[in-house]
């Protein structure tokens, strides 16, 4: 069996943890703790589209309300 992250061809999920980071993961692997799917048995393509259209700030969402909460600048 080849490794399921590389098979484009079988569902994935969409993952989503805590700090907004998010992860295409295999169907068929378990969902691991402290993340959560926000999209389901979708193909990857699908997946890709969906993170590319809702992940837009790549900071951890700690780290971003911390800087904006600084200014723009990241002072207090």
């Known amino acids: 069996m080849g490794n399921p992250f590389d098979d484009s061809?079988?569902?994935f999920h969409v993952l989503v943890n805590d700090e907004g980071q998010h992860s295409l993961w295999p169907a068929s692997a378990a969902v691991p703790d402290g993340w959560s799917a926000v999209l389901s048995d979708a193909t990857h393509?699908?997946?890709v589209a969906w993170v590319d259209?809702?992940?837009t700030d790549m900071?951890?969402?700690s780290l971003a309300s911390a800087m904006d909460a600084?200014?723009?600048r990241g002072e207090a």
Do not use: D, Y
């Open 9 to 11: 061809g079988a569902p």
């Open 45 to 47: 393509e699908e997946c």
């Open 53 to 55: 259209t809702h992940w």
């Open 59 to 61: 900071r951890p969402r």
């Open 70 to 72: 600084n200014g723009p």
